[in-house]
């Protein structure tokens, strides 16, 4: 039993990890300006999508007609050359293989700009409307965003391989000293979450030890006073917007080895993060991390067959149900401030 | 003696009588000789007919959808004459001649299904009431078929299904309108069970996956009647829901079940995830109960197998037709499909191909667009050379009967499209079977009132 519980923990961290990542970004653009962003969603598909878009231009591919040999409907074979592995070899090889790590490279500076344009262009003139008109604005940027895509790459979902080292599943209870091929686990699964954890620890860790975010916390604490010392903290804020989309982006091309992207994964992911940040507690960081983790978790256990044999269909609910109990019992979320979203 | 006439005599209101029944019973119909031609929905006047195509174009089957598409268009290029004919030169018998339906050029409208039976209902409505639609074809899951069948029925325009694969198409639910050449769960459990127990030997443990809708749920209970024939035990059969992106969930419970044969009841996008996560969970490079670790998807087409990659080699299934195959009817099929648009078509595109022509040729055959003459020209109808060998249209269900194909992914793929070798072709014989054994009730054959 304890190999099911294990491996359940262990798909639950991962859920989480994921859950964890698209809450924190939307913590941090409310936490900083205030806005309850639903374009987010769209930013970690827009991340995916630079995968998508990265991995086309890799393997891009001279096609030639060898008219000697014929394809089973009777028209010359189409002959296909790799253009990256003529031009550099080996090395292109390497790089078609690592597709998705490679574009993150890509994705930091894209994703970077778009939020900055995003939050220049749109939404700063959303700051002092109501948070209704603000969910109406990024929600049709949301749409906007998904039908660009939609119309550039189609509707069907793109599947991104992961690398061929990395396509097999971890022997965890080996590694642990267990008996052998009990506890496996896929192993870029188990890479996404290091990657999660290591993305949060970073938003974390510039936040609390550099100078840039502890202006920006003491701005989420106070902007009007931190404005008064001579502090541009709307720059800062912006900054804040265009690091929220490259967390976002960057979680999205993580992601496209286990979910093939498509135009509307953003949305089917936006609900989710929005309960987590809602039972972390709007503006909490810690706590949409937290919740994160924990309904990601709970999403998991829920779904193991004894627990459905119990209470059936537990698993599509289980993640509502416990945001109705958590508010029912502290009506701010886990870690939430008084004062924010409160009248 | 005066002669007393009275007004009326028995002779008199005999012969009343006899006239009147004769002439509002019987010189209507000598009258109107042929006025049922026009009087049911959309009956065609002018000098086109417009087909009805439902397509999933967005959505968990998708890419069958978008396959089918180009299979209808290209079916309709050959009714009306245009490029290479196709499969009307190997149709036989046919009456098809390449001029369209009973001369009227062939044109289509389409709406997108969204792989979604709510969305197919409205519209093929759409289609049927405001397009004008003589007949409605396609969709690739059972869910739309069943659901579009039962409205076709109501409407009074006949249903040719396109890819569907529940028992219960053409059984609990099926009906007078609605006609599938496609073949069915049983027929894959019937047709997959014995290669099963030769390849895996009569001792196994199976788990099931399945898509949480009609199609998944009788595919399960066929695959399971078969392989339970075989004494493989069933460890448990989980439901998953349709469109589920993430299988990760699911199948970390079935690493120590104690199973060690996974069966996906999935289809489409559904299947290219559960089956490519599966791998990524190593269940392919594992050992249980002594055994190396198998995993099994019963309904199997080269476009899912193209979109699984490497995670397909091995993989046993079932398919109703391949391009590959080297009768006359798929040569024929596959180089014009291939011509046009440069690729090999799927069993999706097939049976959409194959159900436009067998319609047309049903309408020249009864002569008329009338549904009823049309169902009856299709029931019973005995055809061969569209790819499945001899071919029965069964009266009693709708459902074709013919030959099944045992499919399994290929190791060492010589193309993109050299995804899935063809193990075995079982003979009608075989997979026919007695089509009272899922019910259901045709219903009438006459024609609503309004449409």
Request: aromatic share 10%.
């Amino acid at each position: 039993m304890f190999d099911v519980i294990f491996l359940q923990f262990l798909n639950g961290l991962d859920k989480g990890a994921a859950y964890a990542l698209i809450a924190l970004g939307l913590t941090l653009v409310f936490g900083t300006l205030g806005v309850v962003n639903f374009a987010h969603g769209a930013l970690f598909m827009l991340g995916a999508f630079c995968a998508v878009a990265m991995r086309m231009l890799l393997t891009l591919e001279t096609v030639t007609l060898d008219p000697e040999k014929l394809s089973p409907w009777g028209t010359p074979l189409e002959v296909r050359e790799p253009l990256m592995q003529a031009w550099l070899g080996d090395f292109g090889a390497v790089l078609v293989n690592y597709s998705v790590p490679v574009s993150l490279l890509l994705t930091i500076p894209i994703m970077l700009l778009v939020g900055i344009a995003l939050e220049r262009g749109i939404i700063k003139h959303f700051y002092k409307r109501p948070h209704a008109e603000q969910i109406l604005v990024t929600f049709g940027l949301a749409i906007v965003a998904q039908e660009v895509i939609k119309s550039i790459f189609g509707p069907n979902p793109l599947p991104q391989p992961m690398p061929v080292e990395l396509r097999g599943a971890a022997d965890i209870g080996a590694w642990l000293g267990m008996q052998a091929n009990v506890i496996t686990y896929p192993l870029w699964r188990l890479i996404y979450f290091l990657f999660s954890a290591i993305l949060i620890g970073g938003v974390f860790a510039f936040l609390q030890f550099t100078t840039f975010g502890m202006v920006v916390r003491a701005g989420m604490a106070d902007r009007e006073t931190v404005g008064l010392l001579g502090i541009n903290i709307d720059r800062r804020f912006t900054i804040m917007f265009g690091l929220a989309a490259v967390v976002a982006g960057m979680a999205g091309v993580m992601y496209t080895p286990i979910l093939p992207p498509n135009y509307h994964m953003g949305m089917d992911f936006l609900v989710l993060s929005f309960v987590v940040v809602v039972v972390g507690g709007m503006g909490s960081l810690p706590g949409a991390v937290a919740a994160g983790f924990l309904l990601g978790i709970l999403q998991s256990f829920a779904s193991m067959n004894e627990i459905k044999a119990i209470i059936p269909g537990i698993d599509q609910i289980i993640i509502y149900l416990v945001a109705v109990l958590i508010l029912l019992v502290r009506p701010r979320g886990l870690m939430g401030r008084r004062g924010v979203m409160e009248a | 003696m005066t002669k007393i006439s009275r007004g009326l005599t028995r002779r008199k209101v005999l012969q009343t009588g006899m006239a009147g029944i004769i002439g509002t019973g019987v010189a209507p119909l000598v009258f109107s000789k042929g006025a049922w031609a026009q009087e049911f929905c959309n009956n065609p006047t002018g000098d086109t007919v417009t087909l009805g195509l439902n397509l999933p174009l967005t959505g968990t089957y998708a890419e069958e959808g978008a396959d089918e598409q180009k299979a209808y268009e290209l079916a309709i290029a050959h009714l009306n004459g245009e490029g290479d004919g196709g499969l009307i030169a190997v149709l036989a018998p046919t009456a098809l001649k390449g001029n369209g339906i009973l001369g009227k050029k062939v044109g289509y409208v389409s709406s997108d299904s969204q792989t979604k039976s709510d969305v197919a209902r409205a519209g093929a409505t759409r289609m049927i009431e405001r397009d004008g639609a003589i007949m409605i074809t396609g969709g690739s899951s059972s869910g739309e078929a069943i659901a579009v069948q039962g409205l076709c029925q109501e409407m009074g325009v006949i249903f040719m299904a396109g890819l569907t694969h529940s028992n219960d198409t053409t059984g609990k639910d099926k009906k007078r309108y609605g006609f599938r050449h496609f073949f069915n769960a049983y027929q894959s459990g019937v047709a997959l069970g014995p290669i099963l127990g030769e390849q895996y030997g009569t001792d196994r443990r199976a788990y099931h996956l399945t898509a949480d809708y009609t199609w998944g749920w009788t595919q399960e209970e066929s695959i399971k009647n078969a392989t339970e024939a075989l004494g493989w035990e069933t460890v448990a059969a989980v439901r998953t829901p349709l469109g589920t992106t993430d299988y990760s969930q699911y199948l970390t419970p079935v690493l120590n079940s104690g199973a060690d044969v996974l069966i996906l009841n999935h289809y489409g996008l559904d299947m290219v995830n559960s089956l490519t996560q599966a791998v990524q969970f190593g269940m392919r490079d594992r050992q249980a109960n002594g055994k190396d670790f198998q995993i099994v998807t019963p309904l199997i087409s080269e476009l899912m197998a193209k979109g699984a990659g490497e995670s397909v080699k091995g993989i046993y299934g079932t398919s109703n037709w391949h391009w590959n195959l080297q009768d006359p009817g798929s040569i024929a099929f596959t180089k014009s499909f291939g011509a046009a648009y440069g690729s090999p078509p799927s069993q999706a595109a097939h049976t959409a191909y194959v159900q436009t022509l067998l319609y047309a040729d049903a309408v020249e055959r009864a002569g008329t667009f009338y549904p009823p003459e049309v169902i009856k020209a299709l029931e019973g109808h005995e055809f061969e050379g569209m790819g499945n060998g001899p071919t029965l249209y069964r009266a009693e269900d709708h459902q074709c009967i013919k030959s099944v194909l045992v499919v399994q992914g290929n190791e060492s793929p010589t193309s993109e499209f050299d995804v899935l070798n063809v193990v075995k072709e079982v003979d009608r014989e075989t997979v026919t079977y007695d089509p009272a054994i899922f019910g259901g009730e045709l219903g009438p054959a006459e024609p609503a009132p309004v449409c």
